[in-house]
């Protein structure tokens, strides 16, 4: 295989980023030709790091926080400075950038790191590119260059992507798989039969995750179930617009390892996705975690989330375009109870999904994409 060296640009910021890499390099663990290069920052945690480290090769640049576009900008000169002692890589690949300060650098930088592909993860859709006319600029210059390729997580953003950017060949904007799904679940096993079910919502806590209606719910009617919210806040302004969460007893206010929350998500029967504010072309990290629980999901009918759930079969949908209290109250009273046949469906569309994106099936179209 080519020389590919994989850059994380954001492995100190708080959430997926590093645990999303970390997945990734123990999926492609025994793929000879690839290494990795991340951001650290002098007072974080070297825990992740290590962990990194166990598994594959890492060399890391300094940062002074964990800010996209100052990662971006330090690892193209940490690979200036590799070039200029003749450590070259025929793929750069991003895991995630500031794609804008990319665009706007690339073509000083090529002149002395020339690899044969750059590329790009990209999260999000074109809308806070093309708000701006140099910004829009910038990127069509940058995705019209050969080497160049920008990867999106679902086919939906693929889809907002090429109807932004219709100049560019379609072969600069593509879809690449995630690599979350990568360990045994055996140790999953349904939950037992029971009358009161447990709902969680599990990750970062933000204002646009339905928590100030879907709390109140929950403690105005005990019979819908037992709830719980576990996780942290990424900003004081969130911490203070939902500080009603510290009344509640079912709140879990910590920064969870990843095994800490995989354990929670499995003490609950359903984990909870109902987003106010959510680009729902996005994938999620929920869902997955959800995968590996052995669980269902309460989502929206709409966008990637959607379209996976009606797929699959692994969770029930809200219509997204009746989100009314009353209607998800209803919901949620006539949900599946473990050990009922209707649940035991659920959990068969859980292994449905969790088969259909799970590294043994993704592994090579993720290689090929490197490679190709």
């Known amino acids: ?32 030709g690839l290494r990795y290069l991340v951001s650290r920052e002098a007072d974080h945690p070297i825990l992740q790091l290590g962990t990194l480290q166990q598994i594959t090769e890492v060399e890391s640049f300094k940062v002074r926080s964990p800010s996209l576009r100052e990662g971006t900008l330090q690892a193209l000169f940490k690979l200036y400075s590799q070039a200029r002692k003749g450590q070259r890589a025929n793929h750069i690949f991003f895991f995630d950038a500031h794609l804008v ?3 706007a650098c690339w073509s000083i930088f090529n002149l002395s790191l020339k690899p044969r592909r750059i590329s790009l993860i990209y999260l999000m859709g074109p809308e806070r590119v ?35 950017f219709p100049m560019i060949n379609d072969s600069h904007i593509r879809h690449m798989p995630s690599l979350e799904l990568t360990e045994d ?30 709390v109140p719910m929950f403690q105005a009617d005990p019979t819908l179930g037992k709830l719980a919210v576990a996780g942290s806040f990424n900003n004081a302004k969130d911490a203070d617009a939902l500080a009603f969460l510290n009344s509640f007893d079912g709140y879990r206010n910590e920064y969870m390892s990843d095994e800490t929350m995989l354990i ?5 029967h359903y984990l909870l996705m109902l987003y106010d504010i959510w680009d729902a072309r996005m994938e999620s990290a ?4 959800a995968a590996r629980a052995g669980r269902p999901v309460i989502a929206y009918d709409e966008g990637w989330c959607g379209r996976q759930v009606s797929k699959y079969g692994n969770g029930m949908l809200v219509n997204s375009k009746q989100t009314d209290i009353a209607s998800v109250e209803s919901l949620i009273k006539s949900l599946p109870r473990p050990g009922s046949e209707e649940y035991a469906s659920l959990l068969e569309g859980v292994v449905r999904f969790r088969n259909a994106h799970s590294v043994e099936n993704l592994r090579e179209k993720y290689l090929q994409e490197l490679v190709n």
Do not use: C
Request: charged share 20%.
């Open 264 to 268: 929670i998500a499995r003490e609950q």
């Open 1 to 32: 295989m080519d020389d590919i060296v994989i850059i994380q640009p954001w492995f100190t910021a708080v959430g997926h980023p590093a645990q999303s890499l970390i997945n990734t390099a123990r999926a492609l663990r025994k793929t000879k």
């Open 101 to 103: 300060l990319l665009a």
């Open 130 to 164: 093309t708000r701006s006319r140099t910004a829009t600029w910038l990127v069509k210059r940058f995705l019209a260059r050969q080497e160049v390729v920008l990867y999106v997580r679902t086919e939906e953003l693929v889809a907002a992507w090429h109807e932004a």
């Open 286 to 289: 929920v869902l997955y975690l």
């Open 185 to 214: 679940y055996s140790a999953n096993a349904p939950p037992a039969a029971t009358s009161q079910l447990k709902f969680g919502i599990i990750g970062q806590i933000r204002h646009g995750k339905g928590l100030d209606w879907l």
